[in-house]
């Protein structure tokens, strides 16, 4: 039976001014800032590690799993801080504004490791891939936390959310595509000179893009609550008991366990399973590609269906499409136009764009789950819900990178010398692993409760 409909006191009319294009632009650079260094971290660290530093993957996973746990504790309290945050830039842009230039630098940092004894290097890894975290939680809960804060149109964070999916396909693609190229480029045979050349010009994208959301955007929703009426635990137990808030928080965390293993194990699929490593640079970038297609199809399609009927039914044609990669992944390569093209690109490409529709649908969940939560509570706690959201996004990547190493030492990996026992090890978890967590993501977003009766609150704006 479908999950229960609020009561019809749920309806309420819904009023705010609409956005400008810069503003809406300038959020979408808001994503592209956070994720192009979250994104070649999650997809060059674990080769970075093992290859160019050459850490143990078992150690290296375990690096990846701890330090993301402990934004479980982290997160919540730079929620907290937002919720209790006044000044005259807002609640939100001062944490844009101050940790732009110390995330940059951390970044570089994390690609730096010193040629030490390998117990120093391991324990330099932790503490700047932790401090990475630390540093992307201050700015990257307050960002979650501005879409409601910026409009309680719906339709105007469904375009929010596209904005914030385009910045974040051209972070992945800058990401993905580019590294390896420059890293060749600017490291002059050497990698480790390569990937610290690359990481000072994405620091310097990032610092741009950050400065353009701080600029240009602004919030127009206010709390009635004062910062001194906030108490912990009882806010925290109000959290927990918003079920929309719980879903948004499965969904996602689902979602990017998912992504970080495929992300990091795309690599060594496409390398040793393959055996045809130029499909890196273009299995990757497909990623983001259909992560920026699905920037424009998502906010039609799920205004239409509604996020539940949406994104399951994005789900079930995902796991076709993966099936048929699966199937076509050892086939003939087709010829088409004088060039060799492996069949399963075509299938995959399209099981990118299909998966990217959910993230659109992510976004707008988080910005729903607080007018949900005023619903039921009368205060909206913008900074704490986002927290958990921005957890359950590092902790996923977290864990969906551990969960890459752990499959890598589970095979018996070792570089230039992969046997066929690990390489049918890794291609069978590639598809197992990734196929049931679609799977439990269609469970989990069954349960959303605001596509029926919902149509917003009472906002003041």
């Not at 610092?207 to 600029?215: D, H, K, N, S």
């Amino acid at each position: 039976m479908p999950p229960p409909r609020l009561p019809p006191a749920a309806k309420r009319s819904v009023s705010s001014p609409r956005l400008s294009l810069a503003e809406r632009a300038s959020y979408g650079f808001g994503d592209f800032g956070y994720s192009l260094a979250y994104n070649m971290a999650g997809a060059f660290l674990l080769y970075y590690y093992t290859n160019v530093v050459g850490l143990p993957a078992a150690a290296v996973g375990t690096i990846f799993l701890v330090a993301r746990l402990l934004d479980a504790v982290i997160d919540p309290l730079v929620g907290i801080a937002v919720d209790k945050t006044r000044t005259r830039w807002g609640r939100t842009r001062p944490y844009f504004l101050f940790t732009a230039m110390p995330y940059v630098a951390v970044f570089i940092a994390t690609f730096s490791v010193p040629h030490w004894s390998q117990s120093a290097q391991l324990v330099y890894a932790f503490l700047t891939f932790k401090a990475l975290g630390i540093i992307m939680s201050l700015g990257s809960i307050p960002y979650t936390a501005l879409m409601p804060m910026m409009t309680a149109n719906p339709a105007d964070r469904l375009r929010l959310g596209g904005w914030r999916s385009i910045g974040t396909s051209v972070g992945v693609i800058i990401g993905t595509a580019a590294t390896m190229p420059l890293v060749g480029a600017l490291g002059g045979g050497n990698e480790a000179r390569g990937f610290f050349a690359t990481t000072l010009v994405f620091g310097a994208l990032s610092l741009f893009a950050l400065t353009m959301l701080f600029r240009n955007c602004r919030e127009r929703i206010e709390d009635d609550a004062a910062p001194s009426a906030f108490r912990v635990l009882p806010a925290v137990g109000q959290m927990l008991r918003n079920r929309a808030w719980a879903v948004c928080f499965a969904f996602c965390l689902l979602y990017f366990i998912r992504f970080g293993a495929m992300l990091g194990l795309t690599i060594f699929y496409a390398k040793d399973v393959l055996q045809k490593p130029w499909l890196i640079p273009i299995m990757l970038p497909m990623v983001s590609g259909g992560l920026l297609i699905a920037a424009f199809i998502a906010p039609p399609i799920l205004s239409r269906t509604g996020i539940r009927k949406g994104c399951i039914g994005a789900i079930v044609l995902a796991l076709a499409l993966f099936g048929a990669m699966a199937a076509l992944d050892h086939g003939p390569d087709w010829r088409i136009g004088g060039l060799s093209v492996p069949p399963l690109l075509l299938p995959y490409f399209a099981f990118s764009i299909v998966t990217s529709v959910t993230i659109t649908g992510i976004f707008s969940m988080a910005a729903a789950s607080v007018d949900y939560h005023q619903w039921l509570h009368g205060v909206r706690y913008e900074g704490l819900l986002s927290s958990g959201i921005s957890t359950s996004t590092k902790v996923g990547m977290a864990v969906g990178s551990a969960l890459g190493a752990f499959v890598l030492s589970w095979a018996g990996y070792v570089p230039d010398a992969v046997t066929d026992a690990a390489r049918s090890d890794i291609r069978s978890a590639y598809f197992l692993v990734a196929g049931g967590l679609l799977a439990l993501q269609a469970v989990a977003v069954w349960f959303w409760p605001m596509d029926d009766d919902w149509r917003g609150s009472t906002i003041r704006t």
